[in-house]
């Protein structure tokens, strides 16, 4: 992989830049350069091949998509919910966008590289049913510390209902998202402890047939 | 949804696994690829240069001629290629438009054999980028020009046949050449303008003496002579107005135009000086009544456009001159001030009041210099000269800068002007395009429904009403219609989302038309509908005789105008007592789908039985009148 993208990585050298930016007032020539092009190349396609369960030609498509829309090899926030919001026209898809971001965002380093989108996309739609709750599972948990509590639930709740906007039939009220978590909680909160961990999640899940079928439904997406 | 997101709706959809522990219903199906063929390289051959691209990149836009099977007319055996008899270098802009969802155009390309061939590729020019948008727009238009130059100068050697006359006339009075009346009206018109205001000038000559009286203006001398040219031009002027008034396409509009006032301020002396003849208070008044009709003399600007482009430029250049103006006004009021204290000291002096210094400020700064207010004390005029100085810079700086802002401003507002407009309609353009997927999604909806209640009915004809959509289509609707399940709730249009409100507040007394809903045997919600079917007959059904084609009803969603929560309860009583099979969360969810307004062909409507006949037991009758005109769409 290139020098670059570890570069811009490194929290250190993150620090030296800002503050040498402050110093000097201005980042110098060759480093706003090098900031602005931090290109990434993706490892070969064999290592990825090994490294997640897609197939040769359907990697070579997603990395076509990819590098059509980010020139630049990675995607950073901004990217990420704008292209996000182009597919619900209605409502506002930003906060969700960011949720899934954080999600594929695996090294938490602001951006997403073609290796975290394949490999999260891998779980998605190539993993064991266990292997996607648990990727759900991280997505509804923000804090990333094994367990969803309520309000977590709730900003993911809020979210998804965010997105379809104000036009709805029947009309949104400000109680229905809370409504869903209590319900949600309900289903999947066994020791009624106020909290979901994974186990509590993935067997609540397994004994429900419509959730086990919907997580199966976009395995032919690619 | 631009084309070069489609890449990511895999992507999109793949996301959507964060919905599905959340969401309480069953998903809809996903849409299935039929024709999943790997994708393949195809090449085009346009006049000799060959390009390739992947087919799925050209099936992005199925309803162009390289996305649709169109192009197999075009498809060489031999060399297993599509040949284009066309240009290739505008095929190259095509081709980046299935690539990168923009469309540009090439500046130096000529706008008609671009539009050509956009025509041919059946693509419409109206997607051109924001980039390349204005520049479109602006050859179009001056092509358009130039065509229409064209053809008026074609019409104007032909006699152009059964105008009516009223619009003969108007185009004689527009345009003096297309007959030789009007031309004779022209010239004659010209000149009575010419004699009346040669008259008001020299009205006012003295004109010799009559013996022992002093000198007399020749307005006096000669009145009667006077007074009848006067009048034999002011009647010609009347008769002009009013034919002009008869012939003008939007008399209205003619009324409200700057000549048309002109015209009418021009000739009103004249007649308020006949109405009110000798009476000597307003006689006074009159007098100055008079000194409009020097506005005769802008009736000429009909008669020259440069007086007209003079006219608009000093409109346009208003700001300029305003500003020039109030910073005059600044310095003379300073100046004023100061020499009217630095004057205040001396004797006689004519610095009476700052107002009167104004005088002199004004004169000194505009290097007149009349000479009948002087300072006389040393610090007067000290601060004289500096006015004078400044006078020079102030006056003589802006001056030729607005002579240049002529130029500059009546070019630039001319740009302006069409940037602005451009301006509201790429705005336009962009909220029609967001409201056309959103839209898109409502009307595959309508259609989904629609064309699944054909197929229950079993009528073979009608079967596709709404048009072809592409794959990356029906994949995306049915990722908002995942969303859709997940949250219970339906996207709607906006004026649908509207009426609603508007019912649910007009509804605001508790219902006794609960009961009444339970005669619908459909009133499931949508989610579970799917489940609905189950039960054939609710129990609470009132009307079991009229439901002959129990399978569509079963699936019939009926449209209810409002959703108190009190109805909801109430249903849901019913609805656990029918279907034990229901969710709890259906209980709480809303009733029914999106009041869609399709005119059902009448086999659908089963109008007649949302109101049941009178005889019916149960209060069935008192349905509101707002879900009359509400037709029932088959669900899913």
């Not at chain 2, 609707?477 to 989302?497: G, V, Y």
């Not at chain 2, 059904?541 to 569509?552: E, G, V």
């Amino acid at each position: 992989m290139n020098r670059c993208p570890r570069r811009c990585r490194s929290p250190l050298g993150q620090a030296a830049r800002s503050l040498y930016q402050l110093v000097t007032g201005s980042l110098s020539p060759d480093e706003v350069s090098l900031a602005l092009m931090c290109r990434a190349r993706p490892e070969g396609l064999e290592q990825l091949q090994e490294q997640t369960k897609f197939t040769r030609k359907e990697l070579q498509v997603l990395y076509r998509g990819f590098k059509n829309e980010c020139p630049s090899g990675i995607v950073n926030e901004e990217n990420f919910k704008q292209i996000y919001s182009q597919f619900f026209p209605q409502g506002d898809s930003s906060t969700y966008a960011t949720f899934l971001f954080n999600a594929f965002d695996t090294n938490h380093d602001g951006s997403v590289s073609f290796e975290d989108f394949v490999a999260g996309l891998s779980v998605i739609l190539r993993g064991t049913i266990d292997d996607r709750l648990n990727w759900a599972f991280n997505l509804y948990d923000l804090n990333k510390d094994g367990c969803i509590t309520k309000e977590e639930m709730l900003d993911i709740m809020k979210s998804i209902y965010d997105m379809m906007g104000k036009y709805t039939y029947p009309a949104l009220r400000e109680e229905a998202p809370r409504e869903h978590v209590e319900s949600f909680f309900q289903k999947m909160d066994r020791n009624k402890d106020g909290v979901v961990t994974i186990e509590e999640f993935i067997e609540s899940c397994q004994k429900d047939e419509n959730i086990m079928r919907s997580m199966q439904l976009f395995d032919n997406v690619i | 949804m631009a084309a070069g997101v489609a890449a990511w709706l895999p992507f999109a959809r793949a996301a959507a696994i964060g919905w599905m522990p959340v969401a309480n219903c069953p998903m809809p199906l996903a849409p299935a690829d039929k024709n999943k063929r790997q994708d393949e390289l195809i090449v085009l051959n346009v006049s000799g240069r060959r390009f390739q691209t992947w087919r799925t990149t050209l099936e992005r836009y199925p309803d162009t001629l390289l996305g649709s099977t169109e192009k197999e007319f075009f498809f060489n055996e031999d060399t297993k290629e599509y040949f284009f008899d066309r240009d290739p270098e505008v095929f190259r802009c095509v081709l980046n438009f299935y690539r990168t969802g923009k469309l540009h155009y090439p500046r130096y390309e000529c706008i008609s054999a671009y539009d050509d061939e956009l025509a041919f590729y059946g693509i419409l020019p109206e997607i051109i980028g924001d980039c390349c948008y204005e520049e479109y727009k602006d050859r179009k238009r001056e092509n358009a020009e130039r065509l229409m130059d064209d053809n008026d100068s074609e019409n104007n050697q032909e006699s152009v046949p059964s105008l009516s006359f009223r619009q003969t006339m108007w185009r004689a009075f527009e345009n003096p050449h297309t007959s030789t009346l009007a031309l004779v009206f022209y010239y004659v018109t010209g000149f009575f303008i010419a004699v009346s205001v040669i008259t008001n000038v020299v009205e006012t000559v003295p004109c010799g003496t009559v013996p022992g009286s002093k000198e007399l203006p020749c307005g006096e001398r000669y009145s009667v002579a006077f007074f009848c040219l006067d009048t034999a031009c002011v009647m010609i002027f009347t008769v002009e107005y009013l034919l002009r008034l008869f012939a003008a396409p939007s008399r209205y509009r003619f009324v409200r135009s700057v000549m048309s006032i002109i015209d009418v301020v021009a000739i009103m002396p004249y007649y308020i000086g006949l109405v009110m003849t000798n009476n000597e208070d307003v006689s006074g008044a009159f007098v100055t009544l008079r000194v409009f009709r020097v506005f005769r003399i802008f009736k000429f600007s009909r008669h020259s456009q440069g007086l007209r482009i003079l006219g608009y430029t000093l409109k346009s250049c208003a700001s300029e001159l305003g500003f020039l103006l109030f910073s005059l006004t600044m310095a003379i009021i300073i100046f004023a001030t100061v020499m009217f204290y630095a004057e205040k000291g001396s004797s006689a002096s004519k610095f009476t009041s700052i107002p009167a210094s104004f005088w002199y400020t004004i004169v000194t700064m505009t290097t007149l210099g009349y000479g009948d207010m002087v300072p006389k004390t040393i610090a007067g005029k000290i601060f004289g000269s500096i006015c004078s100085l400044s006078g020079v810079l102030v006056i003589a700086l802006p001056v030729p800068v607005i002579v240049s802002n002529f130029s500059r401003i009546y070019h630039q507002n001319q740009r302006a002007d069409k940037r602005r407009a451009q301006k509201k309609a790429r705005l336009a353009r962009i909220r029609v395009a967001k409201t056309g997927s959103s839209n898109a999604y409502l009307h595959s909806k309508r259609n989904g429904l629609l064309t699944e209640a054909l197929e229950l009915m079993g009528t073979p004809e009608e079967e596709h009403m709404g048009k072809s959509t592409s794959l990356i289509e029906s994949q995306h609707h049915h990722l908002l219609h995942c969303l859709e399940k997940t949250t219970n709730h339906e996207f709607i249009d906006e004026q649908m989302f509207e009426q609603n409100c508007m019912e649910s507040s007009m509804q605001n007394y508790p219902s006794t038309r609960s009961p009444s809903l339970s005669s619908h045997p459909g009133l499931t919600t949508t989610c579970c509908s799917r489940r609905s079917k189950k039960t054939t007959h609710l129990p609470n059904s009132n009307l079991p005789a009229t439901r002959l084609r129990s399978m569509q009803e079963l699936s019939t969603i009926h449209i209810q105008g409002s959703e108190q929560p009190s109805l909801t309860t109430s249903r849901s009583s019913l609805n656990l007592k029918a279907d034990d099979g229901l969710r709890p969360n259906c209980k709480t969810s809303q009733i029914t789908t999106a009041i869609i307004s399709i005119p059902t062909p009448p086999a659908l409507t089963p109008e007649g039985e949302s109101r049941p006949p009178p005889a019916s037991p149960g209060p069935n009758t008192n349905i509101p009148s707002i879900a009359s005109n509400v037709v029932k769409v088959s669900a899913l």
